[in-house]
Structures are given as C-alpha cells and as structure tokens.
C-alpha cells in the first residue's frame, strides 16, 4: 500500500523559489580554510554523497538539521499519547496487543531519531528541555482528541499514512544518520499503515453503527492529515534551502498531492466517503483536485492553540518527571560499571 515504491525522483523546486535547485550551500564561508571545507561539502551534496557527523558542514545546515530532526522525534513520543489513551480500552486482547506494540513502535523511533539529532551536537536533555517549555514544535496532527475506537485506526491509515508518504523521501536526505533512521522507521510506519487500514476493514464490516463511527473518523481527520505536510510551498520559509540541501527531497504540496492520489482509491475500497465536495479527479492534471485546508486552523494549532496541545505538553512532562529515578538509577549503574571496569584493568 504505502511502501518504499513512493520513492520517486525529487520534483523541482517548490512555488517561491528564486533560482533553480542545484544541491548546493549557499551559506558565504567566512575563512579560506572555511571556502574549501564548503567546497567539499558542496562537491559530496551535488554528487549525492551522504554528510557524516564527522564532516564539516555549514552551521545554518546544522541548524536545520536538529531544528527538523528534533521536531521529528517529538513529534514520535507526543504522537504516542493520542493512541496510547485507547490502550486500556482496545475492543479485544489481539487489538490490544496490536496498539501496545504499534505504540511502543512510535517511541522507538523518538529515540532513533533523539540519536540521530545527537550526532550534530545537540543533546538530549536540551532537545526535551525545548519540548517541554513549548519552544520546540512537534506535529500539529497530535494535538487533537481520539474520540473513538475508530479514531485509533483512522491514524494507522491516514496519520501513518501521511507520515510515510512525507519520510520515504527522507531516507534519501543528505544527512546519513537521520536517512539511516527513515529506513527503519519507514518500514515500520508501513506496517502501522496496513494494521490501521485493516482495523477499518473489519469495523466497515460490522453494523450501521460501526461504519457510521468510522466515516465519522475519518470526517474528523482528513483536513487535519492534509495540513500535517505543512503550509503550501508559498508559504514554507524553510523548504527552498531544505531542497537546496538535499534535506528535503519532494516539496510540502507535491507530497500533499501524492497522499491525496493514493488515498482516494483506499476510501472507495474502505467504503468510506472523503469529506470534501471538491475532491474530483482531474484528467487534464492526472490528479485529484481538492478542496482549500483551513490553515487559520493549522496556524493556531501550531502556535499552541489547539484542543490538546496543553493536555499533551501537561502529560509528556509528568511522564519525564516521573522517569527522573529511572534516569538515576541507569546513570548511577553505568557509574558502578564504569568503576568496576576501570579497577579490572588497574588489577590486569
Ligand atoms: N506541525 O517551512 P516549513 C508521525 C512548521 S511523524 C507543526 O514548510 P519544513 C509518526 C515548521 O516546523 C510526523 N509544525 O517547514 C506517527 C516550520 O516551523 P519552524 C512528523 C509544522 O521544516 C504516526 C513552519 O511550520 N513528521 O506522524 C507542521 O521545511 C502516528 C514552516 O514550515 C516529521 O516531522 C506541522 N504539521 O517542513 C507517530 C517529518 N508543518 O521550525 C505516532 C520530518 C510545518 O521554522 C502515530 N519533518 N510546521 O519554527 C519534515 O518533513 C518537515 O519538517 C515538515 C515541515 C514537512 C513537517
């Protein structure tokens, strides 16, 4: 359904760009010794070569980097909750095990990708320091409520969904760690895809009642899944350097687009009608065309006022602090190996 096959060549550059794409710095180096180091870093991006944490690279790519890395991985362990809430009430033990499993996915790939941040210098406590006093952005998608069981796989299909289409071209991102970790974590945002998918199957085959709660779902989450690609190229500030930078591959509405095409053909198997009047195949374009996305509503969600953002914030900080002795205890043991190593090797 929503596998590595996405992964197409990089499209032009998106709406507002001033000059054509090459992968290319275009920070001004401040040093001879500075030029050349930009000359090769400017040489492996436009040969397509991976950066490494040990290379040299511009500070504002760096920058970048852990601004979109960090906001990835939040958006992983945030993402955990609104799923998490339906753990203690899944319909039967196999969904149960399914969520648990599925939630447990998500906080791995926080941690995948915390690490890979990691390597750019920034450290974790940092990171969740930001996240925790609001400075740091994570996806607006998680910021609304699961108000059924059906919400639960209505994200498998369309959160997962999205995800994917927005992280295949990232394990093409010029950044090795952050496009090792998209590997992994595509595959297994792949799997939760199909579970979510299925779970919908199975409820559009019961009674009135549970078709009904699934179009509801669905009506809920479509608009918020199409803002999650972020607001139209126009309006991107990052995304021209981002592509200049070969971070990102496939710009915010040419993703927005793929999901739309792919998903079309997934409601009408499903059985469910898409919420939007608009939505018309269009031959001309070889699209669908789609209605306009309420981004007031993207905006306000992002900027913190959106119906969960305090509730979600409240709870990732309770649970950090509430970890604070596993933290102790982990550092005081690695301590006491530590020690118990060192006297070995005196003793050897
Ligand atoms: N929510 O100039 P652009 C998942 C911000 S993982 C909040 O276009 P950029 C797995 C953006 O940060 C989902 N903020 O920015 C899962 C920027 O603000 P800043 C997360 C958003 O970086 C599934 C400003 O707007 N995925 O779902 C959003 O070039 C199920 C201007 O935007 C990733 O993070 C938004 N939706 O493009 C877990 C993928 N969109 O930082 C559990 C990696 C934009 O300048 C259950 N990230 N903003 O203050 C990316 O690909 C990019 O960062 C974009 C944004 C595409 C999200």
Redesign the pocket.
């Known amino acids: 359904m929503y596998t590595q096959s996405f992964n197409v060549p990089d499209t032009t550059e998106p709406t507002g760009a001033k000059a054509p794409l090459s992968l290319v710095g275009v920070v001004s180096p401040l040093s001879e010794q500075d030029a050349a180091a930009q000359t090769r870093f400017d040489t492996k991006l436009n040969a397509d070569q991976k950066i490494e944490p040990q290379d040299w690279m511009p500070e504002a790519y760096r920058k ?1 980097l852990v ?3 960090s ?2 991985a939040h ?2 362990i945030v ?2 909750l ?2 998490g809430n339906w753990i203690s009430r899944a319909p039967s033990l196999k969904r149960k095990a399914i969520l648990i499993a ?1 939630v447990q996915d ?1 906080g791995g ?1 926080g941690l995948y990708l915390y690490s890979a941040a990691e390597t750019l210098g920034t450290s974790r406590d940092q990171m969740l320091a930001d996240l925790h006093s609001g400075k740091a ?6 910021n609304y409520p699961t108000l059924t069981w059906a919400d639960v796989g209505v ?2 299909w369309l ?2 969904g ?2 994917i289409m ?2 295949i071209p ?1 394990c093409r991102c010029s950044y090795g760690p952050y496009a090792r970790a998209m590997i992994r974590v595509c595959k297994e ?1 792949s799997f ?1 895809q199909r579970q979510g998918y299925e779970s919908l199957l199975t409820l559009m085959r019961g009674t009135a009642e549970q078709q009904a709660m699934v179009q509801d779902a669905v009506n809920r989450w479509w608009w918020k899944c199409l ?5 139209p190229d126009s ?5 021209v350097q ?1 592509m200049r930078w070969g971070i ?1 591959r496939i710009s ?1 509405d040419d ?1 927005r687009q793929k999901f739309v095409d792919a998903t079309v053909p997934q409601a009408e198997v499903l059985g469910v009608r898409l919420p939007d009047p608009e939505l018309k195949w269009n031959e001309a374009r070889q699209h669908y065309d789609f209605g306009a996305i309420d981004w007031d509503e ?1 905006w306000a ?2 900027n913190g006022n959106g119906p969960c953002n305090k509730e979600r914030l409240a709870t990732r900080v309770k649970a950090h602090q509430e970890g604070q002795w596993v933290r102790e205890a982990a550092l005081a043991y690695a301590n006491k190996q530590a020690q118990k190593n060192s006297l070995k090797q005196e003793a050897a």
């Open positions: 970048t601004r979109q890395i906001q990835h958006s992983e993402g955990m609104p799923e599925k998500e790939h952005k994570y996806s607006s998608i998680f994200i498998g959160v997962d999205a995800a927005n992280q990232l945002e939760h803002a999650m690609f972020g607001p309006d991107s500030p990052n995304s981002g990102k915010n993703l993207f969600t992002v």
